[in-house]
């Protein structure tokens, strides 16, 4: 049978990371943080400026168009 001791020292072997992997990690865990804030970031600024720009321009060329169609 297996004692207490035995079970923790397996499971801590099972478990316990090499230097080179624990680098690995840290960078996994850097690349999606990355990736999470500039998601965040482009979906609250960047995506809206970008559509009420667009939208404004829209707008602004038909209103040019009837205008000019107006005066002619």
């Keep these: 049978m297996y004692s207490f001791q035995s079970i923790f020292v397996e499971t801590k072997i099972l478990f316990m990371f090499d230097f080179d ?8 865990l850097t690349i999606l943080t990355i990736g999470f804030w500039l998601m965040i970031f482009l979906l ?4 809206p400026y970008w559509l009420i ?5 829209l707008l602004k060329e038909k209103r040019d168009k009837k205008r000019a169609a107006r005066n002619t």
């Design 21 to 28: 992997q624990y680098l690995g990690f840290l960078a996994f």
């Design 53 to 57: 720009g667009n939208i404004r321009e």
């Design 44 to 47: 609250t600024f960047v995506v």
